[in-house]
């Protein structure tokens, strides 16, 4: 166990529909950070907060939006949901310490119908 | 922009054998981290072992130990002895040091290695 911990483990919705993805991290820890896992992309770096401020975004569509509140719990939104947004959606945070390490969390899987 | 080559997209071994996966990355950064991940058939990622690319001496974690040629671009993972619960998929993932305590840089991936542990 990371941790780190993602709400729901598993999300099926329609196409055009709008979901919301919940990670809270390691008791802690000031970043968090969104990836992408899909068959075709493979792995992919999607935003990251530190703090509740936007530090750094990847191949985020404009469609996904992410947001960190003062708990330092993260929301990812997806709308206008297509079904190559099925994949799984990883949420990790880093240690305040120096060993530069990421923990993930379980993922969210989203299956778009 | 960096990039994570990972050329194996499958690999066997016997239980109690050594495998070698492969990983190649191209970057201009001098200072960065270079980690491998498991990802067992739970989806869970784990980390197995990181490097830090300005200690020349590779990291070694239990029966996981690394091959850094920083020259080279090069970051392979060596298991030894290997166990059925290795089976799973290795990813390689890179990450350029970022000022400033518990912010860290983003991970860029490899595409993995799918790896399968036999009896």
């Given at each position: 166990?990371?941790g ?12 055009g ?57 993260s ?16 949420c ?12 993930f ?9 | ?74 970051f ?44």
């Amino acid at each position: 166990d990371s941790g780190v911990t993602q709400t729901p483990k598993h999300l099926i919705t329609a196409t055009g529909q709008r979901v919301t993805l919940r990670c809270s991290p390691r008791s802690g820890d000031l970043s968090v950070y969104w990836y992408q896992q899909s068959l075709d992309q493979g792995l992919q770096f999607l935003i990251q907060y530190y703090n509740g401020e936007e530090r750094a975004k990847g191949n985020i569509l404009e469609r996904f939006s992410a947001q960190q509140f003062p708990d330092l719990h993260s929301e990812l939104n997806l709308s206008s949901l297509e079904l190559g947004d099925s994949a799984l959606y990883f949420c990790a945070s880093s240690s305040t310490g120096v060993r530069n390490e990421q923990f993930f969390g379980p993922g969210t899987r989203l299956t778009v119908l | 922009a960096q990039t994570v080559t990972q050329s194996q997209p499958e690999m066997s071994v016997q239980e109690a054998e050594t495998v070698t996966l492969s990983c190649t990355y191209d970057t201009s950064e001098n200072n960065y981290y270079l980690f491998w991940y498991k990802q067992p058939p739970s989806r869970q990622m784990i980390l197995v072992i990181r490097q830090e690319a300005y200690k020349q001496q590779n990291a070694t974690e239990n029966r996981f130990s690394v091959n850094f040629q920083k020259a080279a671009k090069s970051f392979s993972l060596k298991i030894s002895d290997s166990q059925l619960g290795d089976t799973a998929m290795y990813f390689c993932a890179f990450m350029k040091w970022v000022m400033g305590s518990g912010n860290t840089g983003k991970l860029i991936f490899g595409q993995g290695t799918t790896l399968q542990v036999k009896p």
